[in-house]
């Protein structure tokens, strides 16, 4: 079956300056080690090698997603270096520009940026991180971060957020509550979001936000592996979901390889909801913002393999 992976950080350029990247020395990522070890392609730090594993379980098109981080230029990635990365393997990638908390004075700036981006090729969204800025602004939905968004639903870009347990100690669990998430889909109705983590743990409250607005996307990807409450997940997604709920593998916090083995072992109803999550729910997202994909889904998978 083919697959299509909403979020990757491949290994090159500033992509890989990025703190989520492990080092080469480490045998294991330090949140989610227990899953699997580090796959070759962050080991060597090789782009060849990644697309190889990308092969392996017939990861088809991938969307690679930028992180602008507010006060820290040296862990932000650059969207021309993404866009490259597109022209070179246009059937391979689309990409999503990374947007930071503005700074004072810098907004017109931020906004000629996303309108600069979003109409370059396989450029088709912007990516908030609101937990890594500095200073801490823990909330998506934050006033300073509106023209970005009007500029984005303008242009018709899809609207990714990362939202989660967020990754220093010093971090309020409420900052992953998803209320700015539906404030966000409430203020912009026609704007695609799609939510990488899926704001875990409020697992049951995503998924409440998700049943409202019919604009939200959800990609709990790598929280969907056995953590707690992923099963509300997949019961939402053999439900009122199915069209909703999106694969991605988060690579490289887990490897390409174990996220799609991972997600061929959870239970889905049938296999076409398995289908929908990991190929066609995407599909119809990416092809609505101007994706060529030149792939169908292939038929369900036999006695439990993959085909």
């Known amino acids: ?9 491949p290994p ?7 703190e989520i990247f492990p080092k080469p020395s480490e045998e294991r990522t330090k949140s989610f080690g227990w899953f699997a070890p580090l796959p070759q392609s962050i080991r ?16 088809v098109h991938s969307v690679i997603w930028g992180r602008e981080v507010s006060g820290r230029p040296e862990v ?7 866009a490259a990365i597109i022209a070179q393997n246009p059937r391979m990638f689309s990409g999503l520009h990374g947007v930071g908390l503005p700074a004072p004075g810098t907004m017109q700036t931020v906004v000629e940026g996303i309108r600069e981006a979003l109409t370059t090729p396989g450029i088709i969204g912007i990516t908030v991180d609101a937990q890594t800025a500095l200073p801490p602004q823990p909330y998506s939905d934050d ?12 242009l018709g870009g899809i609207l990714a957020l ?3 347990r967020g990754n220093e100690v010093s971090d309020n669990i409420c900052y992953s509550n998803p209320e700015s998430l539906d404030r966000i889909a409430g203020d912009f109705p026609d704007m695609d979001i799609v939510v990488s983590h899926s704001c875990w ?3 049951l409250q995503s998924c409440g936000v998700a049943f409202r607005r019919p604009n939200v996307y959800l990609s709990p990807d790598l929280y969907a592996i056995r953590m707690p409450g992923y099963l509300d997940w997949i019961r939402a997604a053999n439900t009122y979901l199915e069209d909703r709920l999106i694969f991605g593998s988060a690579y490289p916090r887990l490897g390409v390889v174990e996220m799609v083995l991972g997600y061929d072992d959870l239970p889905f109803a049938n296999e076409r909801v398995r289908r929908k999550v990991m190929f066609d729910n995407a599909s119809s997202l990416l092809r609505k913002h101007g994706v060529a994909l030149d ?3 292939s038929p369900p998978m036999l006695d439990g393999q993959r085909t």
């Open 1 to 9: 079956m083919s697959v299509i992976d909403i979020r990757v950080r």
């Open 12 to 18: 090159v350029g500033s992509l890989m300056e990025l």
């Open 44 to 59: 060597q730090r090789s782009f060849d090698r990644f697309k190889q594993e990308l092969d392996e379980v017939d990861v």
């Open 76 to 82: 932000s990635t650059r969207t021309s270096e993404i």
């Open 143 to 154: 006033p300073r971060f509106y023209p970005a968004f009007e500029m984005c639903n303008r």
């Open 162 to 164: 990362t939202i989660s």
């Open 201 to 203: 743990p409020w697992v």
């Open 295 to 297: 792939v169908h889904s």
